[in-house]
Structure formats: C-alpha cells, structure tokens
C-alpha cells in the first residue's frame, strides 16, 4: 500500500499561469479529499468527492479553483491565472466512504512566483 | 459551526518527561475527535480518534487522549516522550469535513 500519492511535490508556477495537481487516492477508497495548508490559515477543507461525484466544494475559492475526479484512480485540482496568494501545500486525502479515518498524501508545495 | 482551538503553539518538554497538549473544541453535540501528527516532509498521519464510549482512547506510539464533554477538552498526553516525537500535531474535529485546529509544535529535547 502506497498510500495516497500527489504529484508533483514541488510545483513553481509564475504568476498567472495555470497549475494541476495530481493525486491518486488509496486503492479501493472512493471518497476523495482536498485541502490547503498555510501558515497564516492552517488546513482549510477545499473538496470532497465521493464515489466520483463532487459532494462538497465549499471550501473552494469560487474563481480559478476547480477539481475534478474523472476516474476511481485519480483526482486533479486546477487553479487557473495563478496568484501569489495562492501559494501553499495543498494536500489530497482518501478514505472508504462511511469512514472517518482519512489518510492524507505529503502534499504539493505550490509557489507562485 | 464546528470549530477547534489549541492555545499552545509551540511546547518544549525534556525526553523522558510527560506530556499534555490541550485541545478545546465547539460543536453542539458530541462530534467525531481526532489527533493528527505532521512530521517534517511527510503527510499527516492520524493518532488516534473518538467517537463515543470509554472517554480515554489509545492511539499509537503510546499516545492517549481523554474526551470531556463537560470541558469541551479533547487533551492529548503521553507518559514518556521520546526525540523523535518532535512534529507538529494537529486536534482535529468532523467526519469528512474536518475542521483542524491550529496545531502544536512540539520539541522534545534530548
């Protein structure tokens, strides 16, 4: 078991291109998590995908962040025009549904410059 | 709305010596609680949790932590610390939305 792996680990973008980071969740778990560590704000839920199907993004900002579960085996989380603000770790995370035990991957560290 | 607060940002404890970091929630009823730890480069990984029952719940590594309703407190504490216990860990309340606090960084020198 792997666990929950993202990619890339490290990801520097310059300021208002895009950026997609990968994540692909433990085998056989179908709910999906994304959210974003910050020193100034700490771990923010962003999303949460369910057997594919997004259940909840109100932790997304409504511009230039969108995520996506295409398939059981991987999730992306676009952020279009990117800012600086934007730099953080964002982190994916994966449990069976019904289950509170959620494991989370390293993250990607996401710097724009 | 949920939320959850650890009044200390950083704890330093001497190795072999106990340990408690504090944790005080909100929520209107008995929420699901968990504690997380983040070691330097690596994802969080979950210590233990509560849900119901016995209030005092073991986790691994020889961490435990005691719910209180009364006191709205889910403390974490450990007997006898070790070096490499030095991370940040992280009170955690919700089911799939987790609201975490702000976390602890504990240094535990040798």
């Known amino acids: 078991n792997a666990g929950v792996i993202q990619t890339p680990r490290h990801k520097v973008t310059g300021k208002g291109q895009e950026a997609t980071l990968w994540c692909e969740p433990i085998s056989g778990h179908s709910a999906v998590f994304w959210y974003r560590q910050t020193i100034v704000q700490g771990l923010e839920f962003l999303t949460y995908f369910r057997n594919q199907a997004p259940i909840d993004d109100s932790g997304m900002p409504k511009e230039r962040f969108s995520a996506q579960m295409p398939n059981q085996s991987h999730s992306t989380l676009k952020i279009q025009s990117t800012q600086p603000q934007d730099s953080a770790v964002y982190l994916c995370?994966?449990?069976?549904?019904?289950?509170?035990?959620?494991?989370f991957g390293k993250g990607t560290r996401l710097t724009v410059v | 709305a949920q939320s959850v607060t650890q009044p200390d940002a950083r704890v330093t404890v001497s190795e072999g010596a106990s340990l408690q970091l504090r944790c005080k929630y909100s929520?209107?009823?008995?929420?699901?609680l968990f504690w997380y730890v983040q070691y330097p480069r690596q994802g969080l990984q979950l210590l233990l949790k509560y849900y119901s029952g016995d209030p005092v719940v073991q986790g691994v590594n020889g961490f435990e932590a005691e719910f209180s309703k009364s006191n709205s407190s889910f403390h974490l504490r450990k007997a006898s610390v070790h070096w490499s216990d030095s991370a940040v860990y992280f009170c955690?309340?919700?089911?799939?939305?987790?609201?975490f606090g702000s976390g602890t960084q504990l240094t535990v020198m040798p």
């Open positions: 955690v309340s919700g089911s799939w939305q987790l609201i």
């Open positions: 929520y209107s009823g008995t929420p699901y």
């Open positions: 995370a994966s449990s069976l549904v019904g289950n509170t035990e959620v494991f």
